[in-house]
């Protein structure tokens, strides 16, 4: 073959890198043993009510039912359920690798290869990795916020894919950036502008406006992205905002405005 031949997939190495994981835990979640299975899932996925519990034992317990009529047994059993140990505050970001099915993992993988592929050739492949760790934690705290008490696990990578669409606004709206290999946006050679000149851009505040608006709509009707389950939007605001404000402070100085 030509050595100077087009790939027909040019992703990043950190990126391709993510998928594997991803892929990897989910092929085990679908051929491993059950058992390990649940306790994979148990032990990394997010709870609120988890942490809830971890932070404030006897708060959390008594906001769920009145533990003084409760016997010792009762108790016991609820205290072992919501007990993670301290697996429980690595999991805002844990969970950002579970998935739930191959079609919402099919979905995200599709998502982070369009637009964490230009962010992380960007960043450079340390850079992009914190940056998505923190978009993940900013999605799962901001979820958190809403729903302390909530028992529902919360999976997928959709809060940390979110953070690198948000990364995207601060330089693929900007002159100079351009359709790079295979027509995916190559924003390298552009800088990073503020927030107030996003303001000003008529193209990133669409997409700004469309992004939340379509978001709104999920949490709203799941059924239409063919969830049976409600969808954690309030983590993808969270991923995303996290990213859109705090974007230029993961980048090489020489690339802000």
Not at 111 to 134: I, M, N
Request: charged share 15%; with cysteine; hydrophobic share 55%.
């Amino acid at each position: 073959m030509d050595a100077d031949r087009e790939r027909m997939l040019n992703l990043p190495g950190v990126v391709a890198a993510l998928l594997g994981v991803m892929t990897a835990i989910e092929c085990f979640a679908a051929f491993g043993p059950k058992g390990l299975v649940y306790s994979l899932y148990d032990a990394f996925a997010f709870v609120p009510l988890r942490l809830s519990f971890a932070l404030a034992p006897a708060a959390a317990l008594s906001s769920l039912t009145d533990a003084d009529a409760l016997g010792a047994e009762a108790q016991g059993q609820i205290v072992a359920m919501l007990n993670g140990g301290r697996l429980v505050y690595l999991t805002p970001l844990t969970y950002a690798f579970l998935h739930g099915g191959w079609t919402h993992l099919v979905i995200n993988g599709l998502t982070l290869a369009a637009f964490g592929a230009p962010v992380a050739r960007r960043l450079e492949p340390a850079r992009f990795l914190l940056f998505f760790a923190a978009c993940a934690v900013a999605g799962a705290l901001a979820h958190y916020a809403f729903h302390p008490l909530d028992a529902t696990p919360v999976v997928g990578a959709s809060a940390a894919i979110s953070g690198t669409m948000a990364g995207i606004v601060r330089f693929a709206f900007n002159p100079g950036a351009r359709l790079g290999e295979n027509g995916a946006i190559d924003g390298r050679e552009t800088r990073t502008v503020s927030l107030s000149q996003i303001g000003e851009n008529r193209q990133a505040m669409l997409f700004l406006v469309v992004w939340f608006g379509a978001n709104f709509l999920l949490g709203a009707f799941p059924e239409a992205a063919g969830s049976t389950e409600a969808v954690a939007w309030e983590a993808h605001i969270g991923g995303f905002l996290f990213g859109l404000l705090t974007f230029g402070a993961f980048e090489p100085s020489v690339r802000r405005a």
